[in-house]
């Protein structure tokens, strides 16, 4: 085409401004929807990480009031009033309730009224915290506790009042049949609850609506035109069917709506957004979106009629002087420097950069290559000084052998076998070598501690020959020493057990001590002897199933358990 560089430069710009401003409307668009698809996923998520919030705040209420129900003295008051033979035993019995109440630490919880109902349906409540209105419905509470034979059961939906109530029938524990004793009811401010939680579930400034439903009648509000609603139609479909979210419409606005279901409670969680104020400054972007474009087309075609000229000359003189490199010419230079230092300009430099480099560069790579042969030599000396280690360690063990000394030379030849397997270059090792590694660490070990340390080993014969990553149990062996000690009697006692699971491998360390807690993997302290880094080894080697847990003893002490799968000889693994 016999046209000017600066017209077909031009001409250039604008079918390709047309071009990608036409697909960057359709991304646009795109994105829009991906937009709302990834707020819908996110809004749905929040909800349901809030609804668990909330579920943890009732189960930790749970947890108190089952303390109290199974609590002796109010066991034993609760029976004695439910006798009722002597009247100032009862009277006795009754004020023990009051006290034993008075002493649980209900302030930490969103409580409004905590109260325990007898036998014979009399109340007692904690403190002065009365709830004038409870006792209408302490028969209905109790009828409703019964059902769930000392299990315990959530309500809410009393009119016109945000409450939820915990219910739970007080059985005697001392006697096989469980006789009832009495009820148990906490009654809850939801609004404390919910705002005890912090953020709402969805981003701040969004105006959302937040109400949470028990069999589809409202039993919590924050906008009081709900209180009295049943839950839509759709959404209770969407309840059934699983579907997390929907756009709805109601009196001529759209919401989005995001529901959870509850699994302590069995309530629906629901979380109404406006769909005007979530999506308003995606549909303002839009439209700043076409005005760019635009601005961007006028633009780019007005530079290219000034700026053809000054890019056509230096990329001419820029091909010659390359040329002159593909020939080899690596020496070539500029005697002049660039006039304009454009991005033209930029580029001549660089390469004339560029060529004054490359001998320099090939005489570097030389000599680097000959630093990478000296550090490969210096490498394999580095690798005597183990067996010369070892040599020496061994030439101690015969001379305390020589002289006498047994358990010098226990202790030196433990060592040196420790020794060998922390310098091996194999990732996998038989469980029977990883526990003579821990028994040859335990031998070291009990020459200090003497007669403070005990250990078991009861490993089955069936699982000595699977394979399992090298160095895993003697750091689990040695943070069991450190944290496992008795503080009563200063000994350590550490058992060490296997067992198999189909295609899993579970081995316990368990130790006496004062215990750990049992959350250590999930906090980001830096302290202990690498359990969490064995940890996180054996997830990146097997997979989120496997790896290390903290589990309690029975009694008392720490348990770790370490879990992965079962391999053996011939099987997938490394060597």
């Known amino acids: 085409m016999n046209i000017r560089i600066r017209h077909k430069l031009v001409l250039f710009i604008l079918i390709g401004v047309l071009l990608t401003s036409s697909i960057s409307l359709l991304y646009v668009q795109k994105t829009h929807k991906l937009y709302e698809q990834l707020v819908y996923e996110q809004t749905s998520e929040k909800l349901y990480l809030y609804a668990e ?12 009031t089952q303390a109290i129900a199974s609590d002796a003295d109010i066991q034993q008051g609760l029976e004695k009033i439910k006798q009722g033979t002597n009247s100032s035993e009862t009277y006795y019995a009754i004020k023990a309730i009051e006290e034993k109440l008075l002493s649980y630490r209900i302030f930490n919880y969103p409580i409004r009224s905590v ?47 945000k409450i939820f109530t915990s219910l739970r029938e007080i059985r ?12 148990f009811v906490v009654r809850v401010n939801a609004d404390d609850l919910i705002n005890s939680i912090g953020s709402n579930p969805s981003s701040a400034g969004f105006n959302n609506t937040l109400l ?91 530079i290219g009629f000034i700026f053809a000229r000054s890019i056509t000359r230096p990329i001419e003189k820029l091909a010659n002087r390359m040329s002159k490199v593909e020939q080899g010419d690596f020496a070539t230079y500029r005697e002049l420097p660039a006039k304009n230092m454009d991005e033209i300009g930029w580029l001549t430099s660089s390469f004339d950069k560029m060529t004054a480099s490359l001998d320099r560069l090939i005489k570097d ?46 202790m030196v030849k433990a060592l040196g076998d420790m020794l060998r397997s922390t310098t091996s270059k194999k990732e996998m090792v038989t469980l029977q070598e990883e526990i003579q590694h821990v028994s040859n660490y335990l031998l070291i070990q009990k020459y200090r501690f003497e007669e403070r340390l005990h250990c078991e080993i009861n490993i089955p014969d069936e699982l000595t020959n699977c394979y399992i990553p090298t160095m895993i149990l003697q750091p689990i062996v040695e943070n069991a020493m450190k944290y496992g000690i008795d503080d009563r009697t200063g000994t350590c006692h550490i058992t060490i057990n296997s067992e198999r699971f189909g295609d899993q491998l579970d081995i316990w360390i368990a130790d006496q001590g004062p215990g750990m807690d049992t959350h250590y993997l999930d906090q980001d302290s830096g302290d202990g002897i690498g359990l969490r880094s064995i940890h996180e080894r054996l997830q990146l080697l097997y997979g989120e199933p496997y790896g290390i847990a903290i589990l309690e003893g029975i009694d008392q002490g720490t348990v770790i358990r370490v879990r992965i799968p079962v391999l053996l000889k011939g099987e997938d693994h490394h060597d």
């Not at 036998?119 to 769930?148: E, S, V």
């Not at 469980?178 to 009820?183: A, D, E, K, M, N």
């Open 53 to 64: 919030r909330i579920e943890d705040k009732l189960a930790a209420i749970d947890r108190m």
């Open 115 to 161: 109260a325990i109902i007898d036998f014979w349906g009399n109340d007692y409540w904690l403190g002065t915290t009365k709830d004038a209105a409870a006792p209408a419905y302490i028969k209905q509470f109790i009828d409703m506790a019964a059902q769930k034979e000392g299990g315990s059961l959530w309500k809410g939906g009393e009119p016109d009042s």
């Open 172 to 183: 005697g524990v001392k006697s096989m049949d469980f006789p009832r004793l009495g009820t």
């Open 212 to 302: 949470i439903y028990e069999n589809h009648e409202p039993i919590y509000w924050n906008d009081e035109q709900w209180k009295q609603k049943r839950m839509p139609s759709s959404l209770i479909q969407n309840e059934r069917s699983g579907e997390q979210y929907e756009m709805l419409t109601l009196k001529k606005h759209k919401y989005l709506t995001t529901l959870s279901t509850m699994s302590f409670t069995g309530w629906t969680l629901v979380n109404l957004v406006p769909y005007e104020t979530l999506f308003q400054k995606a549909i303002l972007m839009k439209k700043i979106l076409l005005l760019l474009y635009a601005f961007i087309l006028v633009s780019l075609v007005w």
């Open 365 to 410: 790579n030389y000599i680097k290559q000959l630093h990478i042969k000296e550090s490969q030599y210096e490498a394999l000396k580095a690798k005597l000084n183990p067996h010369f280690l070892y040599n020496t360690l061994d030439s101690i063990n015969w001379l305390a052998r020589r002289n006498g000394q047994d358990r010098i030379s226990s």
